[in-house]
C-alpha cells in the first residue's frame, strides 16, 4: 500500500494579503513533499459552494462543536447548530472572496496528515508553535465570533485523503495537476 498521496492547501487572502505565501510553500517543501500544482485564483460562487458544501450533518457537526465550547464558557446561544454552522459556512465563503488565493497540491508520503500537522489547530489561538497559525497569527474564535466573521487561520489544509480528492477537483483540472521525480526523494526516502 502506498503512503504517496495529494493533499489541497489554500493561501487564504489573510495569507496572500501578509505576503505569507512563500513561507507556506516552504514548510511543505521542507517536510520533503513536491508541489503538483499551484496557482493564482479568485473564487467565485460555485467553486466556494462545493468546497464548503451544503451538507447538513457538517453544519450540525460544526455547530454542535461552537454550542459545547460556548457552554463550557457559561454562554447560550440561541441558534441551533444546524443554523450556527449554516452561518460559519457563509462566513467561511465570504471570507475566501475577500482576494485571490493561492491553490496548491502537495504530494508526498503520508501528505494529509502531514499538512495538518504543517498547519495547525483550526483555532490559531491554540495551534502549537512551529506550525503555520501558531506562528503567523494570534487569531481566536471569539474574536471572530465578536467580529461576525469566520476565524482568519492563513490556510486550508484538507482533512481527509477523500476530502483532499474532492477538494482537488473543485480547484483544479487534470492538466493542471504534474507528475515528475524529485530527485530528492531518492535520497529522503531510499
Known amino acids: 500500500m502506498s503512503t504517496v498521496e495529494k493533499t489541497l492547501i489554500l493561501a487564504k487572502p489573510d495569507a496572500v494579503q501578509r505576503g505569507l505565501v512563500g513561507e507556506i510553500i516552504k514548510r511543505f517543501e521542507k517536510v520533503g513533499m513536491k508541489i503538483a500544482g499551484i496557482k493564482m485564483i479568485h473564487a467565485n460562487e460555485e467553486q466556494l459552494g462545493q468546497h464548503y458544501k451544503d451538507d447538513k450533518d457538517w453544519k450540525i457537526s460544526v455547530g454542535n462543536k461552537t454550542l459545547k465550547v460556548a457552554k463550557e464558557k457559561g454562554k447560550t446561544m440561541n441558534e441551533t447548530a444546524e443554523q450556527i454552522g449554516d452561518r460559519i459556512r457563509k462566513w467561511n465563503m ?6 485571490p488565493v493561492i491553490a496548491m497540491v502537495f504530494e508526498g ?13 483550526t483555532e490559531p489561538r491554540q495551534a502549537a508553535p512551529g506550525t503555520i497559525r501558531g506562528d503567523y497569527s494570534i487569531e481566536s474564535y471569539a474574536l471572530a465570533d465578536a467580529k461576525k466573521r469566520t476565524t482568519l487561520n492563513l490556510v486550508h489544509a484538507s482533512e481527509s485523503k477523500e476530502e483532499a480528492e474532492r477538494e482537488i477537483k473543485i480547484w483544479f483540472n487534470n492538466e493542471e495537476i504534474y507528475d515528475y521525480e524529485k530527485e530528492m526523494w531518492k535520497i529522503i526516502h531510499r
Do not use: D, Q, W
Open 94 to 99: 465570504e471570507t475566501l472572496k475577500f482576494c
Open 109 to 121: 508520503h503520508h501528505a494529509v496528515e502531514y499538512g495538518r500537522k504543517i498547519v495547525g489547530s
